[in-house]
């Protein structure tokens, strides 16, 4: 069975920072691709931050410069950073699993298997 599990979420101030851990079982995260995706009531869900083999990573470019995502092999644990926050960052964050191969972790679309979610909020 594969399993992802989401925490880290909280309440912060606009300019704060978050960290998003994703423990995942099932199959080892270093060889596949892992992904973050946002959604809040009412939108689609939006692809955030996917890293993928040999350390590559892509970002929306609404996040490049304040969101960073790594994995801790040893772990078997996918993060996400989330630095110099916005109000408009606030919303359900979901940890997914994508097992193809690299060109469709980029598309973030359709992943395999997918976390519970945490709720961040970003106040003014």
């Known amino acids: 069975q594969v399993q992802l599990v989401e925490s880290g979420g909280g309440s912060v101030q606009a300019g704060g920072s978050l960290r998003l851990s994703c423990a995942v079982s099932g199959y080892i995260v270093s060889s596949t691709c892992m992904g973050w995706f946002r959604q809040v009531p009412g939108k689609e869900r939006e692809g955030v931050a996917a890293?993928?083999?040999?350390?590559?990573?892509y970002y929306v470019d609404s996040v490049k410069g304040r969101f960073t995502i790594s994995q801790d092999n040893a772990k078997n644990t996918v993060y996400l950073q989330m630095n110099s926050l916005k109000p408009e960052d606030t919303a359900m964050y979901y940890c997914?699993?994508?097992?193809?191969?690299?060109?469709?972790?980029?598309?973030?679309?359709?992943?395999?298997?997918w976390g519970q979610g945490t709720q961040v909020t970003v106040s003014s």
């Open positions: 890293i993928y083999g040999g350390g590559l990573t």
């Open positions: 997914a699993a994508e097992p193809r191969g690299g060109s469709w972790c980029r598309r973030m679309s359709n992943y395999a298997y």
